[in-house]
């Protein structure tokens, strides 16, 4: 992907899909430094991009990335849109003025029901899109709806273009820079692994583990959830895309070629 007069350009050299939202500084223009992630707490991709192009919201971002990598980019990246709210980081204030917003299509925090989660809104969830995690910014557990691998890898190369393009400085949350009003992206998002990809860091490297037994792979992270294709046998390999706790979200290679996307247990795994 690629940025054209601050528009979002997909790889087959098609703009992305556009919508404009009228929740925008009129006339004026940012210098962005920062992409500061989101999620939604909304019930679907179109209801939150009906919302954020709606005059009565008064709240906006630059683009919305949903479940299946889909994409509706509502303003320039260079309108001051508003995602931000009161905000500070590193001496910057208001950081409407000095960022790009993104938010993921993402239910927020989830309460627990007899077969799976419930969010805010009353809307139902499977075991395997919830987990269970402590906030960093207050420490108490709660539910978290997770993110997907198609809304991951969509959000690092656009994240990626835009760090090219702008000469972005760093990708924080709505929670560092809001840290008492808001919870997220929230400890569901594994930032350490989007910030080093769309950074490009040095820790940027793909982790790349194989079997070091014959590998139980399975939908969500824990023997509760079920098994998603026969085991792996030893010696396969597979690169790391995410972490709960000793469980690690992985993409299964055949050669360089990516066959399946689940999890497996740290225990029974080795670098490569
Ligand atoms: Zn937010």
């Given at each position: 992907m690629k940025i054209e007069a601050n528009r979002l350009i997909l790889d087959d050299g098609q703009s992305a899909p556009f919508r404009q939202t009228p929740n925008i500084s009129q006339g004026r223009t940012i210098d962005p430094q920062y992409l500061v992630i989101h999620y939604t707490a909304g019930s679907s991709f179109d209801s939150s991009v009906n919302w954020l192009t709606h005059?009565?919201?008064q709240a906006s971002a630059h683009l919305v990335i949903g479940r299946d990598g889909e994409i509706m980019q509502?303003?320039?990246?260079?309108a001051r849109t508003?995602?931000?709210?009161k905000s500070s980081w590193r001496g910057l204030n208001g950081l409407n003025s000095h960022s790009i917003g993104i938010e993921l299509d993402n239910a927020g925090i989830l309460t627990r029901t007899a077969d799976g989660w419930r969010s805010s809104f009353q809307k139902t969830y499977p075991e395997a899109d919830g987990m269970e995690a402590a906030h960093k910014n207050d420490g108490v557990m709660r539910g978290w709806h997770r993110y997907t691998l198609n809304q991951i890898e969509a959000l690092v190369a656009i994240g990626s273009a835009l760090v090219r393009e702008y000469g972005l400085k760093d990708v924080i949350g709505h929670d560092d820079i809001a840290p008492h009003r808001k919870t997220d992206p929230?400890?569901?998002?594994p930032m350490d692994m989007v910030r080093a990809r769309i950074m490009g860091r040095e820790d940027d490297r793909e982790e790349r583990v194989k079997a070091t037994a014959v590998l139980n792979i399975r939908s969500?992270?824990?023997?509760?959830?079920?098994?998603?294709?026969?085991p792996l046998p030893k010696g396969t390999e597979m690169i790391v895309t995410g972490e709960d706790g000793v469980w690690i979200a992985v993409t299964v290679l055949d050669g360089d070629e990516p066959t399946d996307t689940g999890w497996v247990h740290s225990h029974f795994v080795a670098e490569v």
């Open positions: 005059p009565d919201a509502l303003a320039d990246f260079t508003w995602h931000a709210g929230g400890p569901a998002f969500g992270p824990g023997t509760r959830f079920d098994k998603i294709r026969p």
